[in-house]
């Protein structure tokens, strides 16, 4: 029997961060319902797995599949259970591996220019950046010079921002974001291009076990299976 597939598996829902939105609608297949979750949940990972369970709780009993489009996440999925439907999950530490297309994309970039920053449209359009949290959180509550110090200090470790081009979404206001993060910061910006095959790959299958976590009904989310991964170490 051949690894096990999206077609496979009756009425399959996607439960994905918003900011994934216009990559999945460029792969999603015909008749997968889809749920987003705001981003902003990535900034407080403890409540998580609880919002995910939450949706994923409230899913119809016909729905026959789960797929969550997030990586281990700061462990923000540990602890989600798949209740009557399987669950298949991207073994990925970081979500940017997905957006590159593999972890050994991922490694590659991170090794041969570490210190980068990666956004795409999408987190510019649904998202937050440090650039939105400088100008709509820290400058109306600090001031100035306290919140350049803030973000200055979140950033210490970055000198690059790399904007991720999948070929869709809107790339004039990721390319704006991405320039203006730059200018602000002093960093340098580039743009790279990006892959949709490991999304693709998460929506449609076939899941092999290198890439993909599948749980059946009544198991949960671990850390375990992503400890065995190859990592890169983030500044």
């Given at each position: 029997?051949?690894?096990?597939?999206?077609?496979q598996f009756t009425n399959?829902?996607?439960?994905?961060?918003?900011?994934?939105?216009?990559?999945?609608?460029?792969?999603?297949?015909?008749?997968?319902?889809?749920?987003?979750?705001?981003?902003?949940?990535?900034?407080?990972?403890?409540?998580?797995?609880?919002?995910?369970?939450?949706?994923?709780?409230?899913?119809?009993?016909?729905?026959?599949?789960?797929?969550?489009?997030?990586?281990?996440?700061?462990?923000?999925?540990?602890?989600?259970?798949?209740?009557?439907?399987?669950?298949?999950?991207?073994k990925v530490h970081d979500?940017?591996?997905?957006?590159?297309?593999?972890?050994?994309?991922?490694?590659?970039?991170?090794?041969?220019?570490?210190?980068?920053?990666y956004i795409t449209a999408?987190?510019?359009?649904?998202?937050?950046?440090?650039?939105?949290?400088?100008?709509?959180?820290?400058?109306?509550?600090?001031?100035?010079?306290?919140?350049?110090?803030?973000?200055?200090?979140?950033?210490?470790?970055?000198?690059?921002?790399?904007?991720?081009?999948?070929?869709?979404?809107?790339?004039?206001?990721?390319?704006?974001?991405?320039?203006?993060?730059?200018?602000?910061?002093?960093?340098?910006?580039?743009?790279?291009?990006?892959?949709?095959?490991?999304?693709?790959?998460?929506?449609?299958?076939?899941?092999?076990?290198?890439?993909?976590?599948?749980?059946?009904?009544?198991?949960?989310?671990?850390?375990?299976?992503?400890?065995?991964?190859?990592?890169?170490?983030?500044?």
């Open positions: 029997m051949g690894q096990p597939g999206a077609d399959p829902h996607l439960i994905a961060c918003e900011v994934f939105r216009d990559e999945f609608e460029a792969v999603a297949p015909p008749g997968l319902a889809r749920t987003y979750l705001a981003q902003g949940l990535h900034r407080t990972p403890g409540k998580m797995p609880a919002a995910i369970q939450e949706v994923v709780d409230k899913l119809p009993t016909d729905v026959g599949l789960v797929i969550l489009g997030y990586g281990l996440c700061s462990n923000g999925i540990v602890g989600v259970t798949a209740n009557h439907a399987p669950i298949v999950a991207p979500c940017i591996a997905l957006l590159l297309g593999s972890r050994e994309r991922y490694e590659a970039e991170v090794s041969a220019c570490p210190g980068t920053y999408g987190w510019a359009k649904y998202g937050k950046t440090s650039l939105t949290a400088y100008k709509e959180e820290y400058l109306p509550k600090y001031g100035e010079e306290d919140a350049r110090y803030i973000a200055e200090e979140c950033l210490k470790h970055y000198t690059r921002v790399a904007l991720i081009n999948h070929g869709t979404g809107d790339m004039a206001v990721g390319r704006a974001h991405a320039e203006e993060f730059a200018e602000t910061f002093g960093m340098t910006c580039v743009e790279i291009p990006g892959s949709l095959d490991y999304l693709r790959r998460l929506v449609q299958g076939p899941w092999d076990d290198t890439d993909f976590l599948v749980l059946q009904p009544g198991t949960s989310v671990s850390a375990e299976p992503f400890m065995a991964l190859h990592s890169v170490s983030l500044p």
